[in-house]
């Protein structure tokens, strides 16, 4: 059997004929795969999993996922990003607990959750995409500090953020996008992109009063809306 890009396996799959994909080297986009939880709860879950494994299945050769918000979620005000997540994998040719890159906040992740103070990120963290709206409207966070991996941060991740005061980049920042609206009606008064050394602004970002905002670039660029 030829090289398997993809395949998508429903919920509602209960078994597959023993060597169904047998030769095949399989990247599977969407599985069946439940974090391991301490207490049974957790503020988070888990989405756009994704998996390769060796062409035996007895060797994982990626795993990634995305966080968003689950239903536990309650009032909590801390908010920490873990850098992996373990999650049991079960499926006809595999079969244990993987463990799981967490490389996105999805899109509208926590969207209007005015309880939030803090979002901080796992030590580790390989994160590298912020999703639209993944912060729009939470009220309430003072600020964060941005992963260093982080490549890209999305249309009003943090729109509508009044609170929000500092923005933070590590020193090896691998920004390279910044959306227009991400930052649209926050509480920031400045903005120092001088550790994105990716990136290179091509537009203005909206809702900011931030004048000469330093660049990577070594050059000063407006960035009044």
């Excluded at 060797?59 to 801390?78: C, E, H, L, Q, R």
Aim: aromatic share 8%; with cysteine.
């Amino acid at each position: 059997m030829k090289k398997i890009k993809f395949f998508a396996l429903t919920a509602l799959l209960c078994a597959m004929g023993m060597n169904a994909f047998a030769d095949a080297s399989i990247t599977v986009t969407s599985i069946t795969a439940t974090p391991r939880l301490t207490d049974g709860t957790s503020p988070l879950t888990f989405t756009g999993v994704t998996m390769t494994t060796s062409d035996d299945y007895k060797t994982v050769k990626s795993a990634t996922a995305s966080v968003k918000a689950a239903g536990a979620i309650g009032d909590a005000t801390s908010i920490e990003i873990p850098a992996t997540v373990d999650m049991y994998v079960e499926d006809t040719n595999y079969k244990g607990y993987v463990t799981f890159t967490v490389t996105s906040v999805e899109a509208n992740a926590f969207k209007d959750n005015t309880n939030i103070e803090e979002v901080t990120f796992a030590t580790g963290s390989k994160l590298v995409t912020i999703g639209e709206h993944a912060f729009e409207g939470c009220t309430s966070l003072g600020g964060i500090s941005i992963p260093a991996t982080v490549t890209t941060i999305s249309d009003s991740a943090f729109k509508g953020c009044n609170a929000l005061g500092t923005f933070e980049l590590a020193n090896d920042s691998q920004l390279g996008i910044l959306a227009a609206s991400s930052l649209e009606g926050t509480g920031l008064t400045s903005l120092d992109l001088s550790k994105a050394l990716k990136y290179k602004p091509s537009t203005t970002v909206t809702g900011l009063t931030t004048v000469n905002a330093i660049f990577g670039t070594g050059g000063k660029t407006s960035l009044l809306s």
